[in-house]
């Protein structure tokens, strides 16, 4: 029997988001659920399980509680899985080109909204080249 190596691909690291996050995918929000870590590359969800997974040209990032609303953000699903209750899924997905204005409000969201155990910390842009 041979192991497989997991060889981490992602070129940020995810940070857990703070509850009453959400992602709505499609123009109906046809998959919406619990935004679970995010990133300047990506992002994870939960959604109810249905047959037709998560797709769409964009998605929305959003609070409940607080003003923030970030729309059409472009993405690829990189993957989707059933998690071990069965009734909802994971989704993770990669995003795609984003504005200057989305990757702008991208930074703030997570400088201000994901976990204060692991904070995020805005890259100069000496770093960001």
């Known amino acids: 029997m041979t192991k497989k190596t997991l060889v981490e691909r992602r070129k940020h690291k995810r940070i857990q988001v703070r509850t009453g996050a959400f992602v709505g995918v499609g123009p109906h929000f046809n998959q919406v659920g619990p935004l679970i870590d995010i990133s300047m590359g990506g992002l994870a969800f939960r959604y ?26 472009p993405f690829t699903a990189v993957s989707d899985f059933k998690t071990p209750d069965t009734t909802t899924r994971r989704c ?38």
């Open 48 to 73: 109810m399980a249905r047959e037709k997974q998560p797709d769409g040209l964009s998605l929305d990032i959003f609070l409940t509680d607080r003003d923030f609303y970030l729309d059409y953000v």
């Open 92 to 129: 993770s997905v990669q995003f795609g080109n984003l504005t200057q204005s989305q990757i702008s409000c991208l930074e703030h969201f997570i400088a201000a909204y994901t976990s204060p155990s692991r904070p995020y910390r805005v890259p100069t842009a000496s770093e960001k080249s």
